[in-house]
């Protein structure tokens, strides 16, 4: 039936960051034809790929039409000019648009996956039998695509032919003739010559080809020869050829096709069993040696970090670890999911290291999520997440560490504090400066106000000047020797700040003699030498 314009849905409501969500939407869309043109038909990363792309069309339509406007350089705006931050993938299937004569494309707000799938599989036909069949408009409009419009930006134009042609499909169905949908030009599964190459032979042809379609029918013979090498349970030699695919890959003056034909091949050739040959590995030797293995692990990503944090979790020898937690690590912001997930595990060493790994990935994304391991019974793991926060900085991290100052453990707030002093956190000035003017007659908590005054001293804020000034000022009666001790460490702390105003009170303590005076007197030297 014919559908109405106002019958359209609002499917998600607009809330994520525009550029980002066309970004990525571009970007799924590019990996969507490209796995459609690689693998075969049936093939399970055929549907994911073309779910992933649908699913990001859908959230940046957010129940609006879209018109996408393209030329040489690549996705442009009203202006013509290039759109910022897309991906080079985004780029690239500009140009599939662009050499198909595609100025202007309009996704509807109703876009439906099969009119998606469709689209990209006209978009995978080789461009000059495209422009022989008639062009990108007439084999869409003989397939019924009827929720994306190429070269066509008015809307009222756009429900027009949709409607005209929407009634005609209705008619073709009622009369059973389908030949309105034209001829099936989608090519064949590419069959690879009778004679049998090796993996070895593949690759330096691949290695030589300019042909991109020639190069794809290597790259399937290639999966091809290393799936018969897997079923017979023959793993060595598939290790030169993923090295060979990681070298096609990083070969900067390769079109970009090709590198992502054998980005493909390389994610077919490692998956599997071959994964965990691979793993096994990794596990049983030195990881300096491993490098190819962790670039392999890095390219498979998402695929492949499941199962690296579950052997991590049962690893029994402490190189295993190592070589996994390094895989895990270079896997990089792909990793933190499942790392997350398993910060619930309820053994502690398991989630220490979990921990551990988010910390060496270094990721802002990283911190709200350590926002677990905070409260964790085990003060080993709470200590291990001060040094992950440390590690990935920024205001976000200082306000976590600075909330763990409260902690039942004095070991974790040693450790807090020492690491906002690293950080020269300007939010934790106040929270140290509490700790230092806090009520303590007897001085049972010196040394974590000496920690606060070193971290103090480190940070370089002047705020605290008039406090520390104030407490070499004061007189006590009780534990004398301890409040002396703690404002030595007060008169170093005045040092490392260089503010001249402390300089008045640093000279009046001078006469005191002992350790005290002579910190102070050094703190002297130290502001004037600082002062120029």
């Known amino acids: 039936m014919p559908t109405n314009k106002d019958a359209s849905l609002r499917l998600v409501k607009p809330k994520d960051d525009a550029t980002h969500l066309l970004g990525s939407a571009l970007t799924d869309l590019h990996k969507a034809l490209k796995a459609l043109s690689f693998y075969p038909t049936g093939h399970p990363l055929r549907g994911e790929n073309l779910g992933n792309a649908y699913g990001s069309l859908v959230r940046l339509l957010a129940g609006q039409e879209l018109t996408l406007h393209v030329s040489r350089k690549g996705f442009v705006n009203n202006a013509g000019d290039v759109l910022p931050d897309i991906s080079p993938m985004a ?3 500009a140009r599939e648009f662009f050499i198909r004569r595609i100025q202007h494309i309009t996704f509807m707000a109703d876009l439906t996956d099969t009119d998606l799938q469709a689209f990209l599989l006209l978009l995978s036909l080789d461009h000059q039998q495209v422009h022989a069949a008639g062009g990108m408009e007439k084999l869409m409009s003989q397939r019924g695509i009827t929720t994306i419009w190429p070269n066509e930006i008015d809307l ?5 032919k949709r409607q005209e042609l929407e009634a005609a499909q209705e008619e073709a169905e009622e009369e059973g003739d389908a030949s309105s949908l034209g001829e099936d030009l989608t090519p064949p599964e590419a069959q690879e010559e009778a004679r049998e190459y090796s993996l070895n032979e593949l690759l330096s042809m691949m290695k030589t080809e300019s042909d991109d379609n020639r190069y794809l029918q290597l790259a ?12 017979n349970g023959d793993f060595a030699p598939l290790l030169p050829a993923m090295q060979g695919l990681l070298e096609q890959i990083d070969d900067q003056s390769r079109n970009t096709i090709q590198r992502e034909y054998a980005s493909f091949s390389l994610e077919q050739v490692a998956a599997g069993t071959a994964t965990d040959f691979l793993l096994q590995q990794l596990e049983q030797r030195d990881p300096s040696g491993s490098e190819m293995i962790y670039r392999v692990l890095r390219q498979l990503g998402t695929k492949v970090v499941y199962v690296l944090v579950q052997r991590l979790c049962i690893a029994d020898s402490l190189l295993a670890r190592k070589a996994l937690a390094t895989a895990i690590v270079k896997i990089g912001p792909a990793a933190i999911p499942p790392l997350v997930a398993a910060l619930q595990d309820e053994r502690w060493y398991v989630v220490r290291n979990m921990v551990a790994i988010l910390g060496e990935i270094c990721s802002q994304e990283c911190v709200g999520e350590l926002q677990h391991a905070v409260n964790h019974a085990d003060p080993r793991v709470r200590k291990e997440t001060i040094r992950s926060l440390l590690n990935i900085g920024g205001k976000e991290a200082e306000s976590t560490i600075i909330g763990m100052l409260d902690d039942r453990d004095t070991t974790i707030v040693k450790q807090a504090i020492l690491s906002l002093g690293i950080m020269k956190s300007q939010l934790a000035i106040q929270p140290l400066i509490g700790i230092v003017t806090q ?4 001085m049972k908590s010196l040394p974590l106000k000496k920690e606060a005054l ?22 006590h009666w009780f534990a004398w020797s301890r409040w002396q001790e703690l404002k030595t460490a007060a008169a170093a702390a005045l040092g490392q700040l260089g503010d001249e105003a402390a300089i008045p009170t640093l000279k009046a303590r001078m006469s005191a003699g002992g350790g005290l005076g002579r910190a102070c007197g050094e703190a002297v030297d130290n502001i004037e030498r600082l002062a120029g």
């Open 454 to 475: 070193q971290a103090l001293g480190r940070i370089g804020d002047r705020r605290a000047t008039p406090h520390l000034t104030g407490l070499l000022q004061s007189w």
């Open 156 to 160: 009222s134009l756009i429900w027009q």
């Open 91 to 93: 780029q690239s299937l």
């Open 439 to 442: 009520r303590d007659l007897f």
């Open 220 to 231: 399937r013979a290639l999966v091809g020869k290393a799936e018969n090498y897997k079923g």
